[in-house]
């Protein structure tokens, strides 16, 4: 079986976990190199992983893989992914795709003249209560209303981005994921507590159809909760992400006479699942699970919360 030759651009944290991910699959990928430019995480990706080559820039090795895994810091996705395109070669980028619409446009048009295959890193879309419940969601009766939290004690990562890029876009990403509803306009408000960026945001968002939605990040939260609740005329579903629990109240009483309906669900290997669907869409020509026009949205989104931010007004949204 042909085998897909693959580097994994950057060592950091998250880079790390896609190398032993490469190396779970190595039935179907041939880990060519590691690239890492600090020295101290060259010795580290040498040391975890003695058969793998590693060297200093992508320039290095560009004529020897098929695919890249771009796991740098975020200002560097643009200049990377575009030189990946330029170079046809199959990319998965964590997310978020680049930073900031410019940016995106630019990779969208370079892409579409290319014809390249590039999947977005939006991993939140793997946990499995959505397979249970995204054809409820996708089938509300509005107006509704969402309402999603992800904040948690200061753990000082990623302190060189704010937590819209590094969090936010998660959610927003789930929102466009989840419900038909398209976001019309965004409203943010923001405190910048322990770095200088922003550290805790709260995101209003106006959806068509009279629908609304909250989107709360934080990095410094005295405890950490991650959850979505849904809220309609219907009832309420919640899904308490940490604990992998869907919980129901609908507008009349279950059958065993209670009022809340509980129920659990697997933790998934949300990277793992990430690295199948994209060597099976490289191998067989499938469509990528999250494409380029996917991480196109979400930066948007991201970008207008940023703006509204800067200017504190609200911002329309434009998705095209």
Known sequence: MKKVKVAVVGYGHLGKWHCQKVEAHKDVAEFVAIVEKFPAGQEA?????????????????????????????????????????ENKKNIFCEKPLCSNDSEAKILNELASQHNCFIQVGHSERFHQAWDVLRDQFQNLKPPFSVRINRVAPFKGRATDVDVVQDLAIHDLDLLLHLFKQKPLEIKAQGYKIRTRNWDHVALDI???????????????????????????????????????????????????????????????????????????????????VIGLKDGVRAVHLVDMALRSLATQSPVKVDLG
């Not at 590693?54 to 200049?79: L, Q």
């Not at 068509?208 to 939260?221: K, L, M």
């Not at 279950?254 to 669907?277: I, T």
């Open 206 to 288: 106006k959806l068509d159809n009279n629908c609304e939605a909250q989107i709360v990040i934080g990095r410094n939260s005295v405890k950490e909760i991650r959850d979505l609740e849904v809220t309609s005329s219907d009832g309420q579903i919640m899904i308490d992400l940490f604990a992998n629990k869907i919980l129901e109240a609908s507008s009349s009483q279950f059958e065993d006479g209670s009022f809340v309906k509980e129920a659990s669900y697997p933790k998934r290997d949300h990277l793992l699942l990430e690295h199948f669907h994209f060597y099976d869409s490289v191998l067989k020509g499938k469509p990528p």
């Open 45 to 85: 990706a040498k040391t975890n992983h003695p058969n793998v080559r590693v060297v200093s820039s992508v320039e290095e090795i560009i004529h020897e893989i098929d695919a890249a895994f771009v796991v740098t810091p975020t200002s560097t996705h643009f200049e990377l992914v575009k030189y990946l395109i």
